[in-house]
């Protein structure tokens, strides 16, 4: 039990993953087991061994691949030995896409053997396997299965060509989860198509609630809706104290920008110095998304009333979060890239959906007493004149 | 379940009415529809009485002028040309010795409207954020039983025409919650009408049922409509000079012109089917189907007879 346990959380300062560090220079010995873990140290803790884990249990997805990747790369900057076993236990795409993400900054691994663990084996440990194989220089990749406990070499079978083309694109140093991202809307875009036309769901345009989901990704789930929530209300609140200011509307979303920027900086700059986890990590991508949120919010006010507008950006938000959960549960980000016919799939059901005539069903709602039958419904009596 | 079937079957939703009706037509009438001020062009080039327009300002430079010459003016409405749901729309009742008179709060100062001006001109309310021609119109004089109704603003009827003929009819008033404005979104109380008798059958706001006007309390159900029957002719006739099937026509009467189009809406809401407790999709499917008369007192006498027919969801 001498294992050092490195404890990975957003929690650590760390290095960004943004900076590429030079890879280490001096010839390390090489040797031990390094572990990439999702899991709390309750879970695994005995079973370890004389391992060094990296272990990120941040609730989403794409933040435990962050924190992962910058683990990895300061561990291998930095640690006594080059790791002989990197062995990648995470229950998602997490640990791979890491490994991933470090192999994209130029590292390489020529004296480790790789042993991804798939609790389900399947395509996604198979071809992401694959494309680990190809980029990251190691010795050897096994991907482990259920009933195949020794490991085998990853086998995507007709991904192969797949494989090839992402693992291209991580040798050129294109950011693998990013690509995967941008591959997500268009099957978010169902998910709000769905919201909208099926159910009725009032949302600041198409896109509000996809971008405004990348960013609750980024940011993670709490502190994305705490930013939401606070720039709506600062958009409401706001606006009563600048009408006496009697702006022109150009002039007043300038000055909400302007609020919300210095908000945001508040937030990160205090937050960080408080020691909140996460939000030192936020990013400039998430901020922008959000902060645009106060043009739709300020004008929906003004042409919408107050009503409409907070409806439409609890709407938003909903669909948001779900858009959220399904890429943070079903880690549709290592999923596309792995099926792309995922893609296929939503444009057909979207392009269904967009010719349906059928009833939405707040309108059920809307009309559920109108269509009642005049007897026994309470209708109020004529008044004589 | 029999009561989901019937808003399934009879009642028309936003896909439906976006795919049938809306997705169908044509790109330039919807742009003149779309307009208030070609709307209002061409309306009077086809002889349809509308509401007088006193001015319009496009540029930002005419707005200080404009104002100063509207204070001498009397009652008038502000409305941006490409609005939509009634937004920008400022009822302003005179001038006073502290400024515009409004119907619900404190009188506004010149500067504020001049403001509002800019926000129009600038294109804060058009659809897509565009540049926009402010409309200035004159504030009708209502009828009696429609200015005992609205204290705050002027109801309008809208008259909802499929294929010349029209089909349902609803009062929109304002009240203190939308501060006077006609517009259901904004907290206005919707009044539907028989198609046939004129008279107020039911009334909602927001999803309740009313019998009196929740600020004033005046009875709002059983009151015969002022001018009826013109009402329907000139919506019908109005909606026949545009290449649209499904229309709104907003509808005012004035006490002495009698009734005036104030503007046509490409897109008609379909809370019309609340207020009046009758599903619309069956009914323009039955319409669909049938020779339409040239003659308009026939279209509405067949919009009427549809209106009371026995086949009628809820009915």
Known sequence: MVALVVFVSALAPLARADAPPRPPTVAKRTGGRLILSDASPAATGSSAGAARILRSTAPTRLVRERALARALLAELAAGPSRPAALIVATRDGAGAMALLDVAQHGVRLPDTTVRIVSASGGVLAETLGDVVQRVSGARAVLVTGPEDAAGHPPSPGRRRLLAALWAGAVRSGVPLSLLGMLLCMPVLALVVVVGRLAIGVHTFGTFGPIIIALALLTTGLGWGVVTFVMIVGVGVWMRQLLQRLALQAVARVAILVTLVALMMSALVVGGALLGVPGVQHFGVFPMLVMAHLIESVSS???????????????????????????????DLISNVLVRPELLLGSTGLTVLLGRWHGMRLVEYVRFWRAAAPPDDDARPERLAS | MARLQRVRRHFLGLNRRNHRYLARAGAVALRLVDDKLSTKRHLERHGIPTTRLLATCERHGAITPL????????????????????????????????????????????????????DVVSGAFSRGRQPDTGLVEEMIRPHATVRRWSPYGVADCRILVFRGVPVLAMMRIGTRRSRGRGNLHAGAVGVGIDLVSGQSVHAERGGHALTAHPDTGVPLLGRPMPAWRESLLLAARAAATVPLDLLGVDVLVDRRRGPLVVELNARPGLTIQVTNRVGVASLLEQLAGVPIPADVGERVALGQRLYSSPCRPYS
């Open chain 1, 300 to 330: 929906a006010q003004l042409e919408l009333g107050l009503g409409r507008a907070l409806a439409t950006a609890a709407g938003t938000l909903a669909l948001a979060v779900v858009c959220y959960a399904m890429v943070d549960r079903l």
């Open chain 2, 67 to 118: 104002v100063a010459r509207l204070a001498e003016t009397g009652a008038f409405v502000v409305k941006p040309a490409r609005g939509a749901r009634g937004a920008g729309v400022w009822l302003l009742h005179g001038c006073g010795a502290a400024g515009f008179r409004v119907p619900v709060g404190g009188p506004v100062s010149a500067g504020r409207v001049a403001l509002h001006l800019a």
